[in-house]
């Protein structure tokens, strides 16, 4: 049973005509920009292997940085609903892609590596078992298909 439904929205604008739009595959820019209302700008292109600039955020690092940071939110909000005090909270994600013989592809995987550090000794097991309940609990990883896995470390302040 749904509780409510939350809107989202943005506005991607693709930049990369350079005067003869999509004539030849070479010969446009992969470069956009994303805007959301009363929020900063996301500039972006393709990914350098698909003839995108490196020095831009493409949508295959977004994907990953959203499943983490979704991850990362569920959790804390976890930890803190728990009685455990997290003091730093890293993650170093990866995320693989295949890309097919036609050039179709898709992510057959996720894997988050966070490294949380918590005040209270007493709390490392619960903090380690609570990465499950988020990813249940996280919105991204909830709408995905592909297999999302959590490797997390927790240390001691």
């Not at 959301?36 to 990953?64: C, H, M, Q, Y």
């Not at 499943?67 to 455990?84: D, N, P």
């Not at 005090?85 to 996720?110: L, N």
């Amino acid at each position: 049973m749904m509780k409510g439904a939350h809107e989202y929205s943005s506005r991607l604008i693709w930049d990369g005509n350079t005067g003869d739009g999509t004539a030849t595959y070479a010969g446009y820019g992969r470069q956009y920009h994303i805007t959301f209302a009363g929020k900063p700008d996301i500039t972006g292109s393709a990914d350098p292997a698909f003839r995108g600039d490196a020095a831009k955020l493409n949508p295959e690092d977004l994907f990953v940085a959203s499943l983490s940071s979704c991850h990362m939110l569920s959790y804390l909000a976890l930890c803190s609903l728990k009685g455990i005090r997290v003091v730093a909270y890293e993650d170093d994600a990866k995320g693989t892609m295949a890309v097919d013989a036609d050039g179709g592809g898709r992510f057959i995987e996720v894997v988050l590596h966070p490294t949380v550090t918590i005040a209270e000794s007493q709390h490392v097991a619960l903090a380690l078992d609570l990465h499950d309940l988020a990813h249940d609990q996280c919105f991204i990883a909830n709408s995905c298909s592909i297999p999302i896995r959590h490797k997390p470390i927790v240390q001691i302040k």
